[in-house]
């Protein structure tokens, strides 16, 4: 089979390689479609993985085409996604159902081979069906969707809630088609990019922001009538959008932290003050899994798509061949430029 395997960071070949074997609890599958994450970009360019070389990627759908011996909850033909996390189910953490925060998980696509493949062995346990009339590629973007979930659940949402979020990028844009889905009274996104804000809009935001051009605080302040917004997420990781969150939150208001930044965060005393006069909640948000495993975030993003239009559609930005994956890497590194959701599609488009 065709795979992209990294073998150091911005080292990415395209090569003829085995089709994995499986084991008995596993499922052979036809990756349809496998998107990049966030987290791919500094894996593959500045950071590498934790073994080598190793098929990168961890955000697919696919068909099952061979089971194991011991697989009984899935056959031949299922549609699947796969919540990519494998916990140890021993550490204290997953006792309690909190495996995002598994002390020795393993992982498709950075400790194990992943998705830019044409198949790929799933373990039983990691796979989700789901309907046929779900595209493959939004069942290869239910893992950014589910982080959006987590985030919203992490913030507290309720329907007639406000909600703005700092970062447009994909698991942004499934946070605000999730507040329009589930009735938030007012959606604001704030960006610098202008193709960004435009699929804000086509996905559900009421009010847009280039805080390149106007003063986001000011603007999200005018958008809620003074009173700031109830729920303040920052997707960008950005230390000037965390702070800018935070003065954009109303009295009691909930800001949640999910965009990863490698950089300290410094508040001023306004903000320490808002902090405190507002008397906010300032929670981080990591990964999406849960119990009983992957969680209801995982289940409920599935639902979202097979029952309440939820849909990557205009979201996606680039859908490419696996040969082109090195060259979309490497234009990542070296070149600034508009991208969303990029999505490979290692058996051809559906």
């Known amino acids: 089979m065709k795979a992209v395997r990294m073998y150091a960071p911005r080292d990415l070949r395209v090569e003829e390689v085995d089709i994995p074997s499986y084991a008995s609890d596993e499922c052979l599958i036809k990756v349809m479609a496998v998107g990049v994450c966030g ?112 985030s919203m659940m992490i913030g507290e949402f309720k329907p007639g809630d406000s909600v703005c979020v700092y970062g447009a990028g994909p698991i942004g844009l499934f946070a605000v088609q999730y507040a329009k889905i589930k009735g938030a009274s007012k959606i604001i996104a704030v960006d610098v990019w202008e193709e960004k804000l435009e699929m804000a809009k086509k996905n559900g935001a009421d009010v847009v922001i280039n805080s390149m051009k106007e003063d986001a605080v000011a603007k999200v302040m005018e958008a809620t009538g003074g009173n700031g917004a109830d ?72 639902d979202l798509y097979e029952n309440h239009g939820m849909t990557a559609k205009d979201i996606i930005s680039h859908r490419l061949s696996l040969d082109e994956a090195p060259a979309m890497f490497e234009k990542i590194a070296t070149e600034k430029f508009f991208f969303s959701k990029i999505m490979f599609y290692p058996n051809g488009q559906e």
């Open 231 to 302: 729920i303040v997420i920052d997707y960008s990781g950005a230390p000037i959008c965390q702070k800018a969150a935070i003065n954009s939150a109303a009295k009691l208001g909930k800001v949640v932290f999910l965009g990863i930044s490698h950089q300290g965060l410094e508040l001023s005393e306004k903000e320490v003050d808002k902090i405190l006069r507002r008397e906010l909640s300032i929670k981080g948000s990591w990964n999406s899994f849960g119990k009983p495993f992957p969680g209801s975030d995982w289940t409920g993003a599935v």
């Open 39 to 150: 987290s791919d970009i500094p894996r593959v360019n500045q950071y590498g993985a934790h073994v080598s070389p190793i098929i990168v990627g961890h955000e697919f759908g696919g068909q099952i085409v061979e089971t194991g011996a011991d697989v009984t909850k899935f056959k031949v033909g299922d549609k699947v996604t796969c919540p990519p996390l494998i916990p140890c189910f021993k550490c204290k953490y997953c006792e309690i159902g909190e495996y995002s925060l598994c002390e020795d998980y393993d992982y498709y696509g950075s400790r194990r081979d992943g998705a830019f493949a044409q198949y790929i062995a799933v373990k039983e346990g990691n796979l989700l069906k789901v309907d046929d009339k779900v595209s493959y590629e939004d069942a290869a973007t239910t893992d950014p969707c589910a982080n959006a979930l987590h």
